[in-house]
């Protein structure tokens, strides 16, 4: 197992994530806890001692299942990461009586690694919002030993993630984001690693195959992937995580022990991509969503001739995601925190915006399906 220094620790570079544990009968709420235990020992004896849950996964049973499996092993020999759940602002007043449960679920009586899960356009408000006491909170828990390193997971925009480390960036000890070879561009992943390394925050990565997306291609791109290295498909994926030097734990939520032990027998090694090696994989990401996407600039100036005053570009952002993913979570949860007289459903299609678009889209009908792919 490749292992990265945080700290004084040495963190195993492929954490096990448990969002995605195998289930019985295809329903997310009942883990199977057999076949989630005999993954773990696997893990545990192969050398994995990152192990990351939270809140909400497996409608809110992963915590209980993953703290009754490693209670059976001595506290000293893995690192448990959890998340205060404020990707949903029900919680957001909740953070005491969350954490304090997370604890009893989980059957420890501290966190080695905890998050601010997901920061994004629904809830950066809040979360900044010192009347909610979430930040005071945690660092008291940190401060009592609780929390031994405090960080926090973004799906956000880059917009958000400034926002959230402008008031909190001295604080972070992590960053973990969604970071892969299509996303690097495409999501800014670039960018946002940038960002963190702006303020010396060291990354962690989540969804580093995008889903699975990135597991297999088609036989023409896998074909020539051969011609450099003979290595499968889903160690591209990984290889590409382990050229970026700012990356200490990629997490990984493997749903099967045949899964576990292929990203095992991958992080044996750290083998890094040439840089023509990279740019396959990036010229790959480009073919792969310009099929789908609106060509939009961000020029602007089909804003200044909205009568409605939509930010039309980032609303194209969105579309260009939602439409390329097939739906997802990421462009209805942005939408939440977009006023509904600044949405897609509140043009008029009066087409003023196409009349000066330099690439020639018509908005009009993007905004059209967009309304009913959001529903």
């Keep these: 197992m490749v292992y990265k220094e945080f700290q004084g620790k040495k963190l195993s570079a492929l954490g096990l994530g448990t969002m995605r544990l195998p289930v019985i009968d295809g329903n997310d709420s009942a883990i199977d806890v057999k076949a989630a235990e005999e993954m773990v020992a696997y893990a545990m004896e192969a050398g994995i001692n990152y192990y990351d849950t939270a809140w909400g996964y497996h409608n809110g049973n992963s915590e209980l299942v993953m703290g009754d499996i490693l209670s059976k092993y001595p506290r000293e020999s893995f690192y448990l990461a959890s998340k205060f759940p404020g990707y ?30 997901n920061v994004c356009e629904l809830n950066i408000d809040a979360y900044l919002n010192e009347e909610y006491g979430i930040y005071d909170y945690l660092m008291k828990q940190k401060k009592n030993g609780r929390i031994k390193h405090l960080g926090f997971s973004a799906h956000g925009s880059l917009e958000v993630m400034e926002r959230f480390l402008n008031a909190y960036g001295k604080d972070m000890e992590f960053g973990q984001i969604q970071i892969n070879w299509l996303d690097y561009e495409f999501q800014k992943a670039k960018e946002k690693v940038d960002l963190l390394n702006k303020y010396q925050i060291p990354v962690w ?68 991509l040439a840089e023509k090696e990279m740019n396959v994989l990036l010229g790959f990401a480009d073919e792969m969503t310009k099929k789908t996407m609106l060509p939009c600039t961000a020029c602007k100036y089909c804003i200044t001739h909205c ?40 043009c008029v299609g009066c087409r003023s915006c196409e009349q000066v678009c330099p690439q020639q889209i018509k908005i009009s009908e993007m905004m059209k399906d967009f309304t009913e792919k959001l529903g």
């Design 88 to 117: 949903d602002l029900a919680n957001i007043g909740k953070v005491e009586e969350i954490f304090e449960k997370q604890l009893e679920k989980c059957k420890v009586e501290y966190f080695d690694f905890y998050l601010f899960h």
């Design 307 to 346: 009568p409605k005053g939509i930010n039309i570009p980032h609303l194209i952002e969105l579309y260009n995601e939602h439409i390329f993913t097939g739906g997802g979570f990421i462009a209805p949860m942005a939408m939440g925190a977009i006023p509904k007289e600044k949405q897609p459903s509140a």
């Design 205 to 272: 990565v989540m969804e580093p195959l995008r889903g699975g997306k990135l597991a297999a291609l088609d036989k023409e791109k896998e074909d020539i992937l051969k011609q450099y290295r003979d290595e499968k498909t889903v160690a591209w994926a990984f290889r590409f995580l382990q050229t970026i030097p700012e990356i200490t734990v990629t997490l990984s939520g493997m749903s099967n022990f045949e899964q576990l032990r292929e990203n095992i027998e991958i992080y044996k090694e750290d083998k890094p």
